[in-house]
């Protein structure tokens, strides 16, 4: 069974390969000009694929590069961070209490002081980002929240995750009222859902990034701009030919041509194509 | 962050900036006049971009600074300075000569978006040629490439085969870009960079298959942009219903600039320690230009239509540049260059008379010529003159081109390449011998199919059209021009290949 093998192995290429056949089949059998049109999406769409398909990574992320926040965010020390990113901080808080507050303990008590520190600034800039993300709602929540106490420190992290780990299944689900409090009452349903993500991504960032390979979606994304503007150019083509000939079926175009050049229908081919049509 | 530090970028920064702008100026003169300015200038700095390389050599410009190979890299050789010359030379005196025969040809309205077009579609030329990215030569591809669609069909207020043909041209030119996409997709995958000079160092020693599969796709899809025979169909009717200024363009410049991409890629991407390399020059370039240069000829002969006649002849003319570099030799791809910039000018030049006659017969059938030379004896001579250019009478560029393609042939060993060579002038000695009868001999027919021709056609037409004829004869003369630096430009390639200088 190695060529069974050998063919699942490679299921995107064939994939590729099978919607290229299609495609290209679809503009050279169709008659109509919307087919062809459709037959060359098709086909532009096979290349979207393979490119997409050639930059994934086994295991890898979005391709979204931190390298130069990290290191700013070790120059400058802890206390640089400003409001969203304590705030930030303190919904990692509750959210690593959400998903398990234990495994995050384990993970920075275990972790020499070097790295607790590094962990800390990695979380920092790692929320800091991902809450962004997470749109302008949070990311105003956060910022207007005020600057808690318990998040100053990962040290004392322990305790108070356990705190909130407690107190967090008691939390009533009212809608949040000024802001993102980082009390346990306060700490609501959407803050600690996107807080919970960005702790995730957090967790990742500790260990080695992998990155999916940017480069071949960037090209994509040229490639599909590319392939709008000709289909629009293309079907702005078969509206002009509506007008112009009255159809978008080519044999019918190519009757009313040789009559426009020889006068008369050239015999029966041209015939049979407008009893075929109708 | 002087003007001249930033030179290999203006031939494309400035026409790009200029075409929306052309379409927010008023109907009329002004247009026109914007995008002539702006062609001048891009070809003063191609002038200027032309002696800096040629005094000093390659150039290479990290474009916003990010350097090759993660970055875009312009990168400026003899080779393409010299497309890049005759691309924006050719833009420079067509764009004047188009006003009067866009005014009677394109609708009224439309005339802004035609010079936008027209600047947009040189842009994509001139990048295409500048760009050492593999990936960025598609992106400028298709710019020219959808411009030129758009051109094509506004040919549609004479004859709505425009848009039949502008489609199918669309189709065509669609699919060739794609595959060159794929082939560009597999290079990455083997290699992980786009960089042309990077792709050749990555290259070096990957003879498998998949580099093979991503040679055979670009080689495809470029023959299809090419017009190489026999994925030329696309060719002839694009070139008859399009308005005979973008014919005269077109003619000169698109293929040349997808001949000048093959050219890059077989010998700067791709090196001769590819076996493949040599196969496709010996299987697929050599018998695909000996039979484009003979079939296209033939149906040349028998065309009614002064413009597909020399549409055909243009794939004809396509068979001796693939013939050139196919014999893989500094004299053969030297060939191939002289013949890419001297083509250029007498194609425009050819087309740019059948446009005068347009305008003033409203014809471009082989019948409206008739007793062209009483009426219209400027355009007349000028026709012939280019003409003689195209058959290759000593004292043209045409002349120039075969002695060169004859000296390779034969030193490359391909004797009965030589003898076809000859055969296929005569050929065309056919076909523009017929026209040429036609207008200096017979009567013009007197059924009133045809409005007879009053006047001779304006200035504003006659005198580019007289500058690209005395072009043909000055560098028929003055061989040492083109001829240097092509070789010059040839053995540059050569190198780069591995190949034996």
Known sequence: MDWFDFILARYNYWIFILLMMIGLYVVFARGNLVKKIVGLNIFQTSVFIYYISIGKIFGGTAPIYMGDELDAAAHHGPDSGEGAGHGAEAAAHGATAHAGAEEMQSKIDNAAPGEETLAKETLHSKIDNSALDHGNDLKDALKTAPRPEEADSLHSLPDTGDKIANTLSHVDKTPPKAGLQFTPDGLTDAAGDAAHSAAVAAHGAVEAIVYTNPLPHVLILTAIVVGVATTAVGLALAVRIREAYGTIEEDELEAADDIAEFGHQPGAPAQQAAEGAA | ?501
Not at chain 2, 280 to 297: D, E, N, R
Not at chain 2, 303 to 322: N, P, T
Not at chain 2, 470 to 488: E, K, S
């Open chain 2, 1 to 501: 962050m002087s003007i001249v530090a930033q030179l290999p970028v203006l031939p494309i920064v400035m026409p790009i900036m200029a075409a929306p702008i052309t379409l927010l100026l008023p109907r009329g003169r002004a247009p026109h006049l914007w995008a002539c300015l702006f062609t001048w200038l891009t070809f003063a700095a191609c002038i200027a971009l032309f002696r800096e390389v040629a005094a000093t050599g390659p150039i290479s410009y990290a474009l916003g600074d990010w350097a090759p190979p993660i970055g875009i890299e312009y990168r400026i050789d003899l080779a393409n300075a010299l497309v890049l010359l005759l691309v924006s030379g050719i833009a420079s005196v067509v764009f004047p000569f188009a006003y009067r025969s866009v005014q009677l040809e394109v609708d009224q309205r439309q005339t802004p978006l035609f010079y936008g077009a027209l600047l947009i579609c040189m842009t994509g030329l001139l990048g295409v040629t500048i760009t050492g990215d593999a990936f960025n030569v598609f992106v400028f591809l298709e710019i020219s490439s959808l411009s030129t669609y758009a051109l094509i069909a506004m040919g549609a207020r004479r004859d709505r085969r425009a848009l039949t043909a502008a489609f199918n041209y669309l189709v065509m030119g669609t699919i060739g870009a794609t595959f060159f996409v794929i082939g560009i997709g597999l290079l990455y995958q083997s290699t992980g960079t786009l960089n042309m000079a990077d792709l050749a160092q990555q290259l070096i020693g990957q003879d498998n298959r998949m580099v093979q599969a991503g040679f055979a796709f670009i080689l495809v899809g470029m023959g299809l942009k090419l017009a190489m025979f026999p994925m030329h169909l696309w060719l002839p009717n694009a070139y008859t219903y399009a308005p005979s200024a973008v014919t005269a363009f077109l003619a000169a410049t698109a293929t040349k600039v997808a001949v000048y991409v093959i050219i890059r890629f077989f010998f700067s991407v791709f090196n001769f320690d590819f076996a493949f390399i040599g196969a496709a020059f010996t299987y697929v370039l050599l018998p695909l230009g000996l039979a484009g240069m003979f079939v296209a000829s033939f149906v040349a002969v028998f065309q009614e239509d002064v413009k597909r006649m020399l549409a055909y002849s243009s794939v004809a003319q396509i068979g001796y540049m693939l013939l050139g570099l196919s014999f893989a030799t500094v004299e053969g791809l030297t060939a191939s260059l002289v013949h890419i910039f001297n083509h250029a000018l007498m194609k425009a030049a050819l087309f740019m008379a059948v446009a005068c006659v347009v305008l003033r017969s409203g014809s471009h059938s082989i019948h409206a010529f008739a007793g062209l030379s009483k009426r219209m004896p400027v355009t007349t001579w000028a026709f012939i003159i280019s003409g003689l250019s195209l058959i290759g009478v000593p004292l043209t560029v045409g002349f120039i081109s075969k002695w060169y393609l004859l000296n390779a042939a034969f030193a490359a060993g391909h004797w009965y390449a030589g003898f076809l060579i000859v055969a296929s002038s005569l050929i065309a000695l056919a076909y523009i011998g017929r026209v040429a009868e036609v207008m200096l001999l017979k009567e013009p027919a007197d059924d009133g199919k045809f409005v007879l021709p009053k006047e001779e056609a304006p200035l504003s037409m006659l005198v580019p059209m007289w500058i690209l004829v005395a072009a043909n004869i000055y560098f028929g003369v003055r061989t040492d021009l083109t001829g240097d630096i092509a070789t010059r430009a040839a053995e540059a390639l050569m190198m780069m290949a591995g190949g034996a200088p």
